[in-house]
């Protein structure tokens, strides 16, 4: 966000003949990790989004390709006490951004995704967009 700050100060009084840049306002745009980034971000800072374009943006970590599933192939969390894991699994609840989805209520949203994609299958931009219409 500090970039978008910096952008209002060069943009300042008009600039090479570009209107002044809104600084309020942010369209939260990326690709794969960066379309997870474009859902984190927007989720998290829905009072400065104009508007949300993920291109294969991943919902959850553990959905994405062939990503460890937290706590799956860690044969020590068999010992591990309950209370510490239950702190390590909050810790990843923020990036579950299906869970967020009603933030974006009323904010225009562009989620593209192949359907042939074996990394980011394509159930995950439809489910963020169920979410997005319930």
Known sequence: L???????RLTAGGWHGFAEADTTRVLFAGHSMGGHG???IATHFPDLALGV???AGWIRKEY???SNVLWEHDTGVAHADAHLKAVLEGTVVESYVDLLA?????IPVLARIGTEDRAVPAWQQRRMLRHLSE
């Open 38 to 40: 474009a859902w984190h």
């Open 102 to 106: 009603p933030n974006l209520k009323g």
């Open 53 to 55: 374009s993920t291109a």
């Open 2 to 8: 500090a970039a978008l700050q910096a952008l209002g």
């Open 64 to 66: 994405y390709g062939d």
